[in-house]
Each structure stands twice: as C-alpha cells, then as structure tokens.
C-alpha cells in the first residue's frame, strides 16, 4: 500500500535566494588564457584595461572583465622580455547562453588594444588565445 503526503512547497529566504543567483552567475563566468608573444627583438611593457570585454557576435551583449592574473592593470605595466612567451589570465562574466563566438576587445583611447575577432564558443567556456 502507497501512503501520499501532502507537501507544501518550500520557501527559500530572500538572502539565500541571493547566494544561490549569485552562484549561478559565478558558474557561468568565463576563463581566458592568454599567450603574448613577445619579438625576439625588443622587450615590450604590456597591461590590461579594465574596459576589455567579450562582445557578442550577434547581440549586443558585453561581458565585464572581473578579474585578471599575472598582468598589470591601467595605469601600470607589466615587463615582458624580449622573446619570451608571456601567459596571462582573464574572467569574465557569463555570456548569453545562446551565444555561438564573440570578440574579445580590449576598448582602449590609444593605439595597440588587444584584439582577438570570432572566438568559437564551447561547452566549458574556458579558452585558450594567442595575442601577438
């Protein structure tokens, strides 16, 4: 014999409703590994500008830098010596789900902004990017 019990639905409190979007934004971020290559001929001074974006390729959505690693934010530089290969890392928040590739554009008043066009978009949006 099957015995039913009624049940109410639950109620989440407004604070851990909170925690949970937040997550749910969180997981969604996205991970940009980046490889500069430095020329052989001369050290270069590189950073990055809190107005760099993954714009979407068919919307007009941007996602915000939120953190970066083992670069220099604007105003100041980060070395690279001549030659070297130099790796960096960027996280952004989430795209549109239904986003297939998007740019990432570094929106800068000066020549000389990073620039990666049509990046293909995949299931762990995690991404691996050469910046020469």
């Known amino acids: 014999m099957t015995t039913l019990i009624e049940t109410q639905p639950t109620k989440i409190d407004a604070a851990t409703l909170l925690q949970l979007q937040l997550r749910q934004l969180e997981e969604r971020q996205v991970i940009v590994h980046c490889l ?6 001369r050290e270069l001074l590189i950073r990055i500008w809190k107005t760099t974006f993954l714009i979407d390729n068919h919307s007009s959505h941007k996602s915000k830098l939120l953190f970066f690693d083992n670069i220099s934010l604007y105003p100041e530089w980060t070395l690279v010596k001549a030659g070297s290969r130099f790796k960096f890392t960027l996280l952004f928040s989430g795209l549109p789900e239904d986003c297939v590739s998007f740019d990432l554009f570094e929106d800068i008043p000066a020549a000389g902004g990073f620039y990666i066009p049509a990046i293909v978009r995949n299931k762990t949006d995690v991404y691996s990017v050469e910046i020469v």
Do not use: A, D, H, V
């Open 36 to 41: 500069f290559k430095c020329p052989p001929s």
